[in-house]
């Protein structure tokens, strides 16, 4: 268990803004070093609060009840918010849902994609361009150079989420956590990017939290998935085990409903209501 | 692409310049009140009064009047005033430098004041500090200048006499000032007790002025950093290790400020315009406070020069808006 | 949607005490509206009010200080100024100048400007250029030199201060109106009164107008006060009215001449003409909040 990179046992969070309307339910999940987990739900489930709670920037009007989040065996949760902010973005880091909106549009890419390099790891400015560049590079990116120089708005979208996920992986991570980061995308562009946060993912070693609500998504680049509903854990388990061997009639449903990337011209069949009332049952609620 | 774009705002700049100095010239033409009535002594005889009109140009018809005026101005040759006798460039020469370094001292202190309080207001915020701040700045917004200087002129003048209430300097200090501009030659000439003296006589008026504007920019600027400070970049910046105080003055900041450098520039002229009254009630000698005895006086020669001379002040004003705006802007900078 | 399209968002005639309600809720319009109706009797009753004469001089009960001050007379509550006037007298019957012009000045000024925002807003086309191309003139002047300007030609006196108001602030409501106008304008309902063939002018006095009054009624408090301070601007430079009638302007200008004799002649009215320019501003804020069917979700 200690040699976990992550594990989150029994988190329970609820909302003050709806009335302390629970939004995580006994959570638990682990991960290992270099691991893609997949976290699936719709909105509202509570994925994006999981990884909210993972880089410690839960909104005021959510209060955790009760659980731990250890990340290399220190509760996050309880950690002083000095060490905590060590390990945000330097060993546990973010790629955005939108790139639109995650850049900067009065920085040049180079100061952006530099900050970190420059303030958690003192590295002069030559010495930050030098990494920068090879960033890039690694990215994919043909002409790094230009795109150094470039803002934001002169860059597509696919490129600037390449640059993202540059920025991303730059100090190291050991854990990075995907916040649906292809669905502000194009279908095409959507394909690369996953592909390339597989790639660099296995070229560094580092573990992957990947939040989403596509199932054809996780089968692609997830090794391990954690399906929730309404904040309660409904099945988990590696990929191939529960998408080829669903154990929960919901992840049946859901895997009915979804346009996929691997059968386009599948049928979509909406989640029965059936389904929503055992899983209501089940959870607990009205 | 830019040089051309400044060229034709040049261009216009000219022509809603003459568009002012053609209707000052009509509105003038059709006052009431006879300028040379105002000058002459009781009981003077009709043929000094002619020859008066004459020496002023005031016995041609209206357009050659016009005709003759704009000649005269295109070379710079302002006219006489008619009350005060003497050529308005001259005068203008004299008065304007008074008032430049009182607007933009005033602006300076805006800008700085009004800056510091947004970025305060923005990194108190969500908590119990921010309404506190938003509160003391929306009834600083509900003040207007006129206000301000008099409530000055109480406190800081009367109550506890800390600066003197009028004039731009003090009568006693005796100083040779080579250019017009006080405050500036007396500071790059280290003549520190004579620009402490001109500076003490500032203080009010650039209160009066920069206050409501501090005001102003304070509000606008909170809101654009408030909208700026929940997008995902910051976010991410924040995750890279950076401080509060950074997030808004490096990441921030550089977003939000177009808006404000627009909205500031429109209020600089509204302070210039400002200038007119305050200068009046701290009796400071610069084109304000000469504009009203020009009208009072029906001096139409200088009430002329003194609205050519703020229209020009405006047109450059929002030239340099304009330009700051896109400085400040890459998507625009890039066109 | 096809039913509820005909009925604009903002509530009309029936939803009158809904809206006035709203109003009486926001302590906002409590507050300032409450002042400003205060200010209106007093200045109705000033002559019953009004303890002295405002005009009577006693050069031998000059620069009297307010009352618990050393050396008051009694009856004078706030002084008198050099010339032994009453203060408190002046000020109140000040209040009649200030009134005034604040209600017909901004009037005035948001009739014209309304109209011409409408026509601009709800016709387009070269009406709507020749309009805004004129506003942009308009706003290129600085509005104090202007007001000065234009009471200098026009001649002193209360007329030439509400008419160099008018024609000055007339912009403001044209820009807003316009922008409102225009926005109303694509609104569903809008279109379906004009598919069903209503007349242009009834729509827009019957389903545009209501809509914009809320955004109107808000700025015309705004501009009264914009005008409370104009007037006592010009009172002060000595171009409003004559110097026999008492204005707050008029009597700050004293009070600013005589400042060390007696600084009470500047407070006074300075105090009351800054109460009435926040009341105008609270009332506006206020008034803009429970009327904006927006802002009241």
Do not use: C
């Given at each position: 268990m200690t040699a976990s990179l992550l594990s989150i046992s029994g988190l329970s969070a609820v909302s003050d803004r709806e009335g302390g309307m629970p939004i995580l339910r006994d959570v638990s999940l682990s991960l290992e070093r270099g691991e893609v987990r997949g976290l699936v739900g719709e909105s509202g489930a509570g994925k994006s609060t999981i990884a909210k709670a993972l880089l410690g920037i839960l909104p005021r009007t959510v209060r955790v009840t009760g659980g731990t989040v250890q990340f290399e065996g220190r509760d996050l949760l309880t950690m002083p918010a000095r060490e905590l902010r060590d390990i945000m973005g330097a060993q546990i880091s973010l790629i955005p849902q939108d790139p639109q909106t995650a850049l900067n549009p009065g920085r040049r890419i180079e100061a952006q994609l530099t900050d970190g390099l420059r303030l958690r790891r003192g590295l002069s400015s030559r010495e930050a361009h030098a990494r920068a560049l090879?960033?890039?590079?690694?990215?994919?990116?043909?002409?790094?150079?230009?795109?150094?120089?470039?803002?934001?708005?002169?860059?597509?979208?696919?490129?600037?989420?390449?640059?993202?996920?540059?920025?991303?992986?730059?100090?190291?991570?050991?854990?990075?956590?995907?916040?649906?980061?292809?669905?502000?995308?194009?279908?095409?562009?959507?394909?690369?990017?996953?592909r390339l946060i597989r790639d660099m993912q296995k070229v560094h070693g580092t573990a992957v939290i990947f939040v989403t609500h596509d199932l054809g998504v996780v089968a692609q680049i997830c090794d391990s998935?954690?399906?929730?509903?309404?904040?309660?854990?409904?099945?988990?388990?590696?990929?191939?085990?529960?998408?080829?061997?669903?154990?929960?009639?919901?992840?049946?449903?859901?895997?009915?409903?979804?346009?996929?990337?691997?059968?386009?011209?599948?049928?979509?069949?909406?989640?029965?209501?059936?389904?929503?009332?055992?899983?209501?049952?089940e959870i607990g609620i009205r | 692409?830019?040089?051309?774009?400044?060229?034709?705002?040049?261009?216009?700049?000219?022509?809603?310049?003459?568009?002012?100095?053609?209707?000052?010239?009509?509105?003038?033409?059709?006052?009431?009140?006879?300028?040379?009535?105002?000058?002459?002594?009781?009981?003077?005889?009709?043929?000094?009064?002619?020859?008066?009109?004459?020496?002023?140009?005031?016995?041609?018809?209206?357009?050659?009047?016009?005709?003759?005026?704009?000649?005269?101005?295109?070379?710079?040759?302002?006219?006489?005033?008619?009350?005060?006798?003497?050529?308005?460039?001259?005068?203008?020469?004299?008065?304007?430098?008074?008032?430049?370094?009182?607007?933009?001292?005033?602006?300076?202190?805006?800008?700085?004041?009004?800056?510091?309080?947004?970025?305060?207001?923005?990194?108190?915020?969500?908590?119990?500090?921010?309404p506190v701040v938003d509160t003391v700045n929306g009834l600083c917004l509900a003040v207007p200048d006129f206000v301000w200087a008099l409530a000055l002129v109480l406190v800081l003048g009367v109550a506890f006499p800390v600066f003197p209430l009028s004039g731009r300097i003090n009568p006693g200090v005796q100083v040779d000032f080579a250019t017009p501009f006080y405050l500036i030659e007396s500071l790059v000439t280290l003549r520190f007790k004579v620009f402490a003296d001109v500076a003490a006589h500032m203080v009010m008026p650039v209160l009066a002025l920069g206050l409501p504007l501090a005001a102003i920019i304070t509000r606008v600027l909170k809101e654009a950093l408030l909208e700026a400070m929940v997008q995902d970049y910051i976010l991410l910046a924040r995750l890279k290790g950076m401080s509060s105080l950074r997030l808004v003055l490096q990441e921030a900041l550089r977003n939000a400020i177009g808006p404000t450098i627009a909205l500031t520039g429109v209020q600089f002229t509204f302070l210039i315009g400002g200038t007119v009254i305050v200068e009046r009630i701290f009796a400071y000698p610069g084109i304000g406070n000469m504009a009203i005895d020009a009208v009072i006086n029906r001096d139409l020669p200088l009430i002329q020069g003194l609205v050519l001379v703020f229209g020009a002040l405006f047109i450059v004003i929002n030239l340099l808006v304009d330009m700051l705006v896109v400085a400040f802007n890459p998507r625009l900078r890039h066109g | 949607m096809a039913d509820v399209a005909l009925t604009p968002p903002a509530v009309r005639r029936s939803g009158l005490s809904k809206n006035l309600r709203a109003m009486l809720r926001e302590p906002k319009v409590l507050v300032g509206g409450g002042f400003i109706l205060l200010l209106l009797l007093v200045a109705i009753f000033a002559p019953w009010l009004a303890p002295k004469d405002p005009l009577e001089q006693d050069l031998m009960l000059g620069n009297l200080p307010p009352a618990g001050y050393p050396g008051t007379e009694p009856g004078y509550w706030l002084g008198t100024d050099d010339l032994g006037r009453d203060v408190l007298s002046r000020v109140i019957y000040g209040t009649r100048i200030a009134l005034t012009v604040a209600f017909v000045a901004a009037g005035l000024a948001a009739l014209f400007g309304t109209v011409l925002g409408l026509i601009a807003g709800f016709y387009g086309g070269w009406a709507d250029k020749v309009i805004s191309r004129l506003v942009d003139i308009w706003m290129a002047f600085p509005p104090v030199l202007l007001s000065i300007l234009l009471v200098a030609v026009l001649g002193s006196g209360i007329h030439s201060v509400i008419a160099a108001i008018v024609i000055i602030d007339w912009t403001r409501f044209c820009r807003v109106v316009r922008a409102e106008t225009q926005a109303q304008a694509k609104m569903d309902y809008v279109v379906a009164a004009r598919t069903i063939g209503f007349p242009r002018l009834h729509i827009l006095i019957r389903e545009i107008l209501p809509n914009v009054a809320p955004v109107l009624i808000a700025l015309v408090s705004l501009e009264m006060g914009i005008a409370v301070i104009v007037e006592a601007i010009l009172s002060f430079v000595g171009l409003s009215v004559s110097s026999d009638t008492p204005t707050w302007g008029g009597m700050i200008a004293q009070g600013r001449q005589i400042i060390y004799q007696g600084w009470w002649v500047l407070v006074a009215p300075l105090v009351v003409l800054f109460a009435t320019v926040l009341a105008f501003n609270q009332l506006g804020d206020g008034l803009r909040r429970a009327l904006d069917p927006v802002m009241r979700r």
């Open positions: 090879k960033l890039l590079e690694e990215v994919q990116i043909r002409d790094p150079q230009r795109v150094l120089h470039a803002f934001p708005h002169e860059l597509s979208g696919g490129m600037r989420q390449r640059v993202l996920i540059a920025a991303a992986f730059a100090l190291e991570p050991k854990l990075v956590v995907a916040d649906e980061p292809t669905t502000a995308l194009d279908v095409t562009v959507q394909k690369q990017i996953l998935v954690t399906l929730l509903y309404a904040g309660k854990v409904i099945e988990a388990g590696a990929t191939a085990d529960v998408l080829q061997n669903p154990k929960h009639a919901y992840t049946k449903a859901l895997m009915a409903a979804g346009p996929r990337y691997d059968r386009p011209d599948a049928g979509l069949e909406p989640v029965p209501q059936a389904v929503f009332e055992q899983l209501r049952a | 692409m830019i040089a051309v774009s400044i060229l034709k705002r040049l261009l216009m700049a000219a022509i809603t310049l003459f568009g002012v100095a053609v209707i000052v010239f009509v509105l003038l033409r059709v006052v009431p009140g006879d300028p040379i009535a105002m000058m002459i002594s009781p009981g003077a005889s009709p043929e000094s009064i002619a020859a008066l009109r004459a020496q002023y140009g005031l016995d041609a018809s209206l357009p050659v009047q016009f005709l003759v005026w704009l000649k005269a101005v295109v070379v710079g040759d302002f006219g006489t005033s008619i009350s005060l006798r003497r050529n308005v460039l001259e005068l203008l020469a004299e008065r304007l430098p008074a008032t430049l370094e009182l607007a933009i001292v005033a602006l300076l202190v805006a800008v700085v004041l009004g800056g510091a309080v947004a970025v305060l207001g923005t990194l108190l915020r969500r908590t119990p500090g921010e | -």
